[in-house]
């Protein structure tokens, strides 16, 4: 129990300091993230309206409604497992790519010049963390 405490607490610190840095940052790099990487699927808008989205075996969620399926919250700790992709099947199946392995792949491809000297897990929290935090302004209210 502590352990779920423990995460949503961070979750929350990371979020609020995602949003003031998105906020004082002429690039918006949460929804920059979004483009790149779900938008194919999810939409532009997040409605699960993307180009490649009914190629996939089950349609992508509205992602706009999740607070209004969830009593007005978003499930952040949820969305971040089906993100991250370490143990949660996302939609039902695994058409959606394990997100944690691809940005890992991507970070070192990036930063073979560092030859390790950052902190991979950090680095593919921040990324996810800045998703959230946008998938959060997506939310209608």
């Known amino acids: 129990m502590k352990s779920a405490t423990m995460k949503v607490s961070c979750l929350v610190l990371a979020l609020c300091s995602g949003l003031a840095f998105a906020q004082s940052s002429k690039t918006d790099w949460g929804k920059r993230e979004f483009e790149a990487n779900c938008a194919?699927?999810?939409?532009?808008?997040?409605?699960?309206?993307?180009?490649?989205?009914?190629?996939?075996?089950?349609?992508?969620?509205?992602?706009?409604?999740?607070?209004?399926?969830?009593?007005?919250?978003?499930?952040?700790?949820?969305?971040?497992?089906?993100?991250?992709?370490?143990?949660?099947?996302?939609?039902?199946?695994?058409?959606?790519?394990?997100?944690?392995?691809?940005?890992?792949?991507?970070?070192?491809?990036?930063?073979k010049e560092a030859r390790g000297n950052y902190d991979a897990v950090a680095l593919v929290r921040a990324r996810i963390l800045l998703l959230l935090e946008y998938i959060n302004r997506l939310q209608a209210r």
Do not use: F
């Open 40 to 111: 194919s699927c999810h939409g532009l808008d997040g409605r699960g309206n993307g180009a490649l989205g009914n190629l996939l075996r089950v349609s992508p969620p509205d992602l706009t409604q999740l607070a209004k399926k969830n009593q007005g919250i978003v499930p952040m700790n949820r969305l971040y497992e089906v993100i991250e992709g370490g143990t949660v099947a996302a939609h039902g199946t695994r058409d959606m790519p394990i997100w944690g392995r691809e940005y890992r792949i991507e970070d070192a491809e990036n930063l």
